[in-house]
């Protein structure tokens, strides 16, 4: 058997320096115990990791290659629970093996920064639950539905082979590193790894996806919520509840928090199913129909308000409630596709695939399908999940692959459900529903015509079609309700209907949906808010200290403000938007989100390279290259490709000329002020890009810069400084899976036979 | 049927507590564990004092969500 490079780093010294309390079992299973169960192979494991190859072979082998009339839903289930299965046994391990190589001998910040509040050693399966909760959100059930307009393959071979080798390559070395350095976040590691000039690039970049991500979510938000005043209702009833749900926790009965999510999730359904009496009456769909233009002042007015009230009022309690819904839906969602198996007819390329034209989403599918599809195959926002709270909470260095890796696999199966939740629906209904109005035109009559015309192969929707749907899902029209979450939500209705309560349901599971993801957006708004307030209170207080003081009002409430005007304005300018928001705004989504993993990525590099891991380092290289091209080649295109509809400033050209030939309506915009707009928002959605773009390049190059400086240290015998807090020995043994091994059960119970007071050292950091 | 009852209650039970966990409801049961583990000449905080620290904390270190 090959040495591990664990066992010749003995000689240098990294290993081993840890010395363990001799009266305590060990904290680590022994090296060549965990070597040798790994490397055996009973004729069971083998037959079963076999089953698994071939489960999976023959899942791909359908969705790939045969693609006939129409595929099940549960090859979906199975090609990507058998890849994700063997990426997780095989590939995270390599990565375990080679690049992370965690010793369990070693404290986590969990016990040894213990305080009970914010490093707490949290169960292993817990903490799994916990991440998952903090990292999944509306992002993996909104971006495959919008990719799904080139067939279902593509999107499926991206959230499947793009996690295994990217997403959660990241989220893992993220967390691990994170939690070497007692938690830090991602800006401060890399201040630390790439310097003054990288670090502070990779800070603004942050903080300006921050303000894209969180706009863009509350763009899906409006446009589902767009004259549904069944909608408007029973989302707008979430604020009420959580308001309640914080002076219960906070007064009536503090720390009670199952049973307060409990009476909080009965009240969300009283508020689903009284949305929909609401709805019916004259009264309620008067005062509860809004234009998109007045929910999106609502949300900013909401956003800046939510922002400041002390977190118990509103932040915390909604955080509970969001927990819930998200473990509960993605449960049922699963369980239902499981159950039902929906037939899809959607071919595996469409006619979209091989054009830069879609009228979902614009461009080519390399790069845009790659950046339209971020969370689910790889999402930079994790990063900045993964380092700071879960880091804190990890028991044993090695649970970070199954936290880390293993969580977003969940995520990319979260992804998964989604796209098939989409594709389970009618061709013709998708495009009517994802199309701009400026396309469709609007009504049912208008969009079947113009769906009809498209050519598509086996789409023959009529306006009635269009028109019962509407009604089955309690909506007022549902034509052009781009976003994805609308039609998540349709297909979600549709898929559910046939699981529990029929046609009759449609309309309950539809707002169900809808609500789910308004709660998780408005989550990740109030959160996101909250975040990059301190980042920015923080940035001015190097120059104005007075800002770094967190409790001072005004300075909280101008950097809230700002925050808030920031996302706003490009909410706004998405609602307002003559050439359909999403269409144009969501692929900026995509390219910050992936920008954000660049440089994430680009900070685990020059760590990787600064511990001497050079042959392996193209296990980062790789997702790194991959989503440095994807983003970089997007971001040129956007900036520079002479086709409008690609390209923003050929855009603002075209608009620009035909607004100077004194034209009064152009392409799709009906009048000057509309032609104005247009010029105005491509014009800042093409600065942003190009900001962006130059941040990240000035990122990536610190890290190659450092990448390439540790190289030439190693050769030259320069001891590297690496920013680790020091290593200190663990007083606890806990497994690193799901399922203990037999060495760990063994050695569990020895730990069990340790007197209580003997297991966890006595104040040692007091 | 006892038996099988038991059981079923078992795993009800189990799940529950798994929830409880993946919400931080278990928070201030550990905070003791630790207060207790650590040794502190001071009482612990109580229950309400516990969570009103808490979210009055996470006021000033937001904790991020993702999309």
Redesign the interface.
């Known amino acids: 058997m090959a040495e591990t490079p664990d066992q010749r780093r003995n000689a240098s010294g990294e290993r081993g320096v840890v010395a363990t309390d001799p009266a305590l079992p060990p904290t680590a299973i022994d090296e060549e115990v965990r070597e040798a169960e790994d490397r055996k192979w009973t004729p069971g494991k083998i037959a079963l990791w076999a089953g698994i190859a071939l489960l999976g072979g023959l899942a791909w082998f359908m969705l790939a290659i045969i693609r006939g009339e129409t595929v099940n839903a549960i090859w979906f289930v199975f090609a990507s629970v058998c890849t994700y299965l063997i990426g997780y046994r095989f590939y995270s391990k390599v990565i375990e093996r080679y690049i992370t190589r965690p010793d369990d001998r070693r404290a986590t910040p969990a016990e040894y920064k213990a305080d009970g509040k914010d490093y707490v050693r949290t169960d292993r399966n817990v903490l799994f639950g916990h991440h998952f909760a903090a990292i999944a959100g509306a992002g993996p059930l909104v971006g495959p539905v919008i990719a799904a307009q080139m067939g279902y393959l593509p999107g499926t071979i991206w959230i499947i082979i793009g996690v295994v080798l990217a997403g959660a390559v990241q989220d893992y070395l993220v967390m691990f590193f994170s939690m070497r350095r007692g938690g830090r976040s991602l800006g401060q590691m890399a201040r630390e790894e790439l310097g003054v000039i990288g670090g502070t690039a990779a800070l603004i970049a942050t903080l300006l996806i921050m303000v894209i991500i969180v706009a863009i979510l509350a763009l899906v938000v409006v446009n589902a919520l767009g004259e549904s005043p069944w909608g408007v209702f029973s989302v707008g009833m979430t604020i009420p509840i959580a308001l309640f749900m914080g002076v219960y926790l906070r007064y009536l009965r503090p720390g009670k928090v199952m049973e307060v999510s409990l009476i909080g999730f009965v009240l969300l359904m009283a508020a689903i199913v009284g949305g929909g009496i609401v709805a019916e009456t004259p009264w309620g769909a008067d005062i509860f129909s809004l234009d998109k233009v007045t929910i999106a002042w609502g949300l900013i007015v909401y956003g800046f308000i939510a922002a400041i009230l002390p977190v118990w009022l509103l932040l915390a309690p909604r955080d509970y409630l969001s927990t819930f819904m998200k473990i509960g839906v993605i449960v049922m969602l699963a369980l239902a596709i499981i159950v039902v198996r929906p037939e899809i007819t959607v071919p595996a390329f469409s006619e979209f695939a091989s054009r830069d034209n879609g009228p979902v989403f614009p461009g080519a599918l390399f790069p845009f399908l790659f950046v339209t599809i971020a969370c689910g195959a790889l999402s930079g926002f994790h990063a900045l999940i993964s380092s700071g709270t879960t880091p804190k909470l990890v028991e044993k260095e090695r649970q970070t692959r199954f936290i880390g890796y293993g969580g977003m696999l969940m995520e990319s199966f979260v992804a998964i459900m989604a796209l098939v939740a989409a594709i389970s629906i009618d061709r013709g209904l998708y495009f009517a529903m994802n199309s701009p109005a400026a396309l469709t035109g609007g009504t049912v009559e208008t969009a079947a015509t113009w769906v009809n015309s498209l050519g598509l192969a086996g789409v023959n929707i009529t306006p009635d079609f269009l028109a019962e749907t509407a009604r089955n899902v309690g909506e007022e029209s549902i034509v052009s309700r781009t976003g994805g979450a609308p039609t998540l939500a349709v297909g979600l209705a549709h898929i559910m209907q046939q699981f529990i309560g029929g046609t009759a349901m449609m309309a309950f599971w539809y707002h169900f949906a809808i609500m789910f993801e308004a709660l998780f957006i408005l989550t990740a708004v109030d959160a996101g808010t909250r975040v990059a307030r301190f980042m920015l209170q923080d940035s001015i207080g190097n120059f104005v200290p007075k800002f770094k003081e967190h409790s001072w009002r005004p300075g909280a409430w101008l950097c809230t403000a700002i925050m808030v005007g920031a996302w706003g304005a490009v909410l706004l300018m998405g609602v307002t938007d003559p050439l359909g928001g999403i269409n144009t705004l969501f692929p900026l989504f995509g390219i910050a989100n992936q920008l954000l993993a660049a440089i994430a990525l680009s900070v685990c590099l020059a760590i990787v390279a600064k511990r001497g891991t050079f042959k392996y380092l193209w296990i980062v290289a790789l997702p790194l290259a991959f989503a440095a091209v994807v983003t970089i080649t997007a971001s040129y295109q956007k900036i520079f490709s002479s086709t409008p509809a690609v390209g923003y400033f050929a855009n603002n050209a075209a608009f620009s000329k035909a607004l100077a030939d004194g034209k009064t309506e152009f392409g799709t915009a009906k009048s000057v002020a509309a032609m104005e707009a247009v010029v105005r928002n491509t014009a800042i959605q093409g600065w942003l890009s190009v900001i962006f773009v130059v941040l990240s390049i000035i990122v990536i190059a610190t890290a190659l810069l450092a990448t390439v400086k540790a190289f030439r240290n190693r050769a030259d015998g320069t001891a590297v400084k690496d920013n680790e807090d020091p290593a200190l020995p663990s007083r606890v043994f806990a497994p690193s899976g799901l399922i203990p091994t037999a060495a760990e059960r063994e050695l569990m119970a020895e730990w069990d036979k340790v007197p209580a007071e003997l297991r966890f050292e006595k104040g040692g950091h007091h | 049927m006892a038996a099988r009852l038991a059981v079923l209650t078992r795993g009800v039970r189990g799940v529950?507590r798994?929830?409880?966990?993946?919400?931080?409801?278990d928070?201030?049961a550990?905070?003791?564990?630790?207060?207790r583990?650590?040794?502190?000449g001071v009482a612990p905080l109580t229950?309400?004092e516990?969570?009103?620290?808490?979210?009055?904390?996470?006021?000033?270190?937001?904790?991020?969500?993702?999309?």
Do not use: I, S
Request: net charge positive.
């Open positions: 529950a798994y929830f409880g966990g993946v919400l931080g409801a928070a201030y550990k905070y003791l564990e630790h207060h583990a650590a040794g502190h229950e309400k516990f969570w009103r620290d808490r979210t009055d904390r996470q006021d000033t270190n937001p904790q991020g969500r993702c999309c």
